[in-house]
């Protein structure tokens, strides 16, 4: 069974860091696209950042410069730190995982309703 296990986010004032942790069990990453999503009071479903071997790394406009995504191998962990966090930036973020991708897709392309799997979500707060 796959599982998209989360953790960190939580509540803090503008220009403050947070760390979001992903972590999976029973799916191996391989090359297609992990994704970092948000949704926002609005229902909005966007991709923040995305990482694969094949296609590299992608972060939304909005989040350049600001947040990192990463991925541990060992740990089966995807992580994203978000730093010089705005008052925008609030929402539920989700990490996703899809099984199998075509050659050389990207997270973009593919939507989230590509994805097959899904953490429980984290909420973000920022205060200004």
């Known amino acids: 069974e796959v599982q998209l296990v989360q953790s960190g986010g939580g509540s803090v004032q503008a220009g403050g860091s947070l760390r979001l942790t992903c972590t999976v069990s029973g799916f191996t990453f391989d090359d297609s696209p992990m994704g970092w999503y948000r949704q926002d009071p609005r229902n909005e479903c966007k991709l923040v950042s995305s990482i694969s071997t094949e296609t590299g790394t992608f972060y939304a406009d909005s989040v350049k410069g600001r947040f990192t995504i990463s991925l541990d191998n060992a740990k089966n962990t995807v992580y994203l730190e978000m730093n010089s966090l705005k008052p925008e930036d609030p929402a539920m973020y989700y990490c996703?995982?899809?099984?199998?991708?075509?050659?050389?897709?990207?997270?973009?392309?593919?939507?989230?309703?590509?994805?097959?799997?899904w953490g429980q979500g984290t909420q973000v707060t920022v205060s200004s």
């Open positions: 996703a995982a899809v099984l199998w991708t075509p050659f050389m897709t990207t997270a973009e392309a593919l939507g989230a309703s590509s994805y097959n799997y």
